[in-house]
């Protein structure tokens, strides 16, 4: 019999402890942002029907779609996004929810593209969105929170790309370019931040354009101005506390996905070469388009695997070094009460610790366990300790230890 292949499939990863970690802390420090700004946590189911999600994204990214036939022999699909699934609740659920709806969920999708870096097949996904509202005011307070996200991270120096599809779409018509190739054409557009005009032109091409075309196309890309809307926005935003030079239109920003209809938007990181790590825009024809129900939107989704991948290359992440947390060890069989009656007391002050739970290792095996985890503190309970009610604490980043009492050791953990 062959051995079964013990690896992931393509495209998706296991986390060990260290990584999960990291993966946890970003997740906390946006959700706690999130919070902050107003925003309530909503969840959606990981598949959803395949007439929901298809025919929303755009030709290519319908592709990407997991597709299949359940046991039911329901055509089912892999949720693709966030934002689709939540505007089939706000089509379902609108009057149990209070308007305008501030929501925020993290969650994975799929996606069957190519793997590559900062690519995966399964993602996990951040998104904060405002229904209800088409004010400028809405589009602002989205741009304000992923302003105060990427500085609650750490980031410093990073870019908020801003522009109107309403731009785009003016171009097309000024272009000649027929109606039943904007977005097409607009798809195209998007990929200029990872190809170089020739790539694309050769694209636009064979969709039909003329080098004529192509090239006014991208001459009024070059020079377009910022829409009145984006100007009220930009300034708000201003308001709001971002800064000025971290504000920039940018007339060729497209944003490859069909829903958006004019504010569109895109976070870059000056120092990280892997793309935008977060993007969004207005949609307010996508909940009608399910539902019949005119209900105005506009979101962000935050690309986590590029947020901890940056934060790593910047070395964002302060804890990274840092030994956490206490070991608690078996000195002998007969002294496990003494430890347990320590993890207890620790415990119920809310401080971090573990109990070694393998009685057979020495306390060796049990330093050198403690050492391998990153642990902080050692606390030996011997025979003279137990007799004195007292603990031996070793500080495993200086190797320095002292005898405590257990009366005080609370206190000086806590002030450590």
Known sequence: ????????????????????????????????????????PLETPALEYQEVLLGKYGEEADKLVYTFKDKGRREVALRYDQTVPTARV??????????????????????????????FREILQCDADIYGSASPLADTEIISLANSVFKNLGFQNFS????????????????SIPENLHLQVISEIDKLDRKDKEEVTIELTNLGLSQKTINHLFQHLETSKPTENIEKITEYAKLMG??????????????????????????????????????GGRYDNLIEKLSGNSIPAVGIAFGIDRIIEAMQEIKLFSQEEKRLGSLITIFNPELIPRSLRVARILRQAKIPCEIFVDQTKDLKKQLKYADKKGIKWLIVIGPDEAKNASVILKDLETGYQESIKLNDLIRYLLKR
Do not use: C
Request: charged share 30%; no cysteine.
């Open 1 to 40: 019999m062959n051995k079964q292949k013990l690896q992931t499939l393509k495209g998706f990863r296991d986390f060990l402890p260290a990584d999960a970690k990291k993966r946890q802390f970003t997740i906390e420090t946006i959700k706690q942002t999130f919070e902050l700004f107003g925003f309530e």
């Open 90 to 119: 706000l089509a379902t659920y609108q009057q149990r929810l209070a308007m305008p709806f501030r929501r925020y969920q993290t969650q994975p999708v799929w996606r069957a593209e190519r793997p590559q870096k900062g690519r």
């Open 160 to 175: 908020i790309f801003i522009n109107d599809r309403k731009i785009l779409f003016e171009l097309m018509n000024y272009s």
């Open 242 to 279: 971002v800064e000025k030079d971290k504000l920039k239109f940018q007339a060729r920003l497209a944003r490859g996905l069909d829903y958006y209809t004019s504010t569109i938007f895109e976070i870059k990181i000056d120092e990280y070469k892997g793309g935008s790590v977060a993007g």
